[in-house]
């Protein structure tokens, strides 16, 4: 299953976050913007978050924000935020975040699958500085191997 497209309206480069949450809302802010989610899928990421510990933070300097499929994804959709300065999660070995991505899956089938496409992609250890040292949206697609 390729990976959901990334318009320009869901990568947000060089965001400013104080504190996870934020980070969150900005990846989630993302997913609205483009359509795919609503305000309460945001709010669904940071309760996961806040109820598992940061799990989300899959490797050094990423984290991968999603929620279950609900009445809140309007339809599959992926955000990419880089973050103007590092933020920490709590994660022991993998903070602090550069990079957040929220991925939002209508279809409960489809949600392990887009999953595992995106950790593949980031098994390149080099994918994560790469998209946190973009300038353009395209030049993040262009990194992911996805399209606008």
Not at 53 to 60: D, L
Not at 102 to 108: D, E, I, K, R
């Amino acid at each position: 299953m390729p990976l959901p497209p990334l318009p320009d309206s869901a990568v947000v480069l060089g965001a400013t976050a104080s504190s996870w949450r934020d980070a969150l809302r900005a990846a989630g802010g993302a997913l609205v913007s483009s359509g795919a989610a609503t305000e309460p899928y945001t709010d669904a990421m940071i309760a996961l978050v806040e109820e598992h510990g940061p799990y989300i933070v899959i490797s050094p300097g990423l984290a991968f924000a999603h929620a279950r499929p609900g009445p809140a994804v309007l339809r599959d959709g992926l955000s990419v935020v880089t973050l103007a300065e590092p933020v920490t999660f709590g994660h022991p070995h993998n903070d602090p975040v550069r990079v957040v991505l929220g991925l939002a899956v209508a279809g409960v089938g489809t949600h392990l699958e887009s999953i595992g496409e995106i950790a593949n992609l980031f098994n390149d250890a080099s994918v994560t500085g790469r998209i946190a040292a973009a300038t353009t949206a395209d030049e993040v697609r262009v990194i992911m191997g996805v399209s606008a």
